[in-house]
């Protein structure tokens, strides 16, 4: 109860007339008996009227909207998407995936036995030795690749950001 985040919010509540009766009357004689309590609403209160005084809003200059305006005018409006993305690309990343997707629904289909009884449990493909494939030698390979490729993006991504700050910097 004593702790300077809750002391602080009940003080504030009790200088701005938030808290309620029974409240006003439990910090009141905090403030009265103890010696902490009394040092931080005084804090509180100089502070208080300090902000209801002394503040004088500044105005901005009669030309800011201008000044503000003539800035956005000065940016590079992003282009649109269509602009920068090739349709041609995305239609070669998607033609890879459905080929690829067709050619395991085809190998599934090719390597179910349909003569077998249906006995309504799962149906009998058969099982497929991956460490013929994935020799320790190909799994290090892909490993290399993949951490190669991955700094090879990290870079790509720092130059476009350290361009980026170059060009903010010279506007």
Do not use: C
């Amino acid at each position: 109860m004593n702790k300077p985040e809750n002391m602080e919010e009940r003080l504030w509540d009790y200088i701005d007339g938030l808290s309620s009766e029974e409240e006003k009357s439990f910090v009141a004689q905090l403030i009265e008996t103890n010696l902490e309590w009394r040092r931080k609403y005084h804090e509180l209160l100089d502070v208080h009227q300090l902000m209801q005084h002394n503040i004088e809003l500044d105005e901005p200059s009669m030309r800011f909207t201008q000044n503000v305006m003539d800035l956005v005018a000065n940016e590079k409006i992003a282009p649109a998407a269509s602009s920068y993305i090739k349709k041609s690309v995305i239609r070669v990343i998607a033609g890879f995936f459905i080929l690829s997707i067709t050619a395991l629904v085809i190998w599934m289909l090719a390597n179910v036995n349909w003569s077998a009884p249906n006995t309504g449990k799962s149906l009998d493909l058969p099982k497929v030795d991956l460490n013929k494939y994935l020799s320790p030698t190909v799994i290090n390979g892909m490993i290399i690749a993949t951490v190669v490729m991955a700094l090879m993006l990290l870079d790509m991504t720092l130059r476009k950001k350290q361009k980026r700050n170059r060009e903010m910097t010279d506007h």
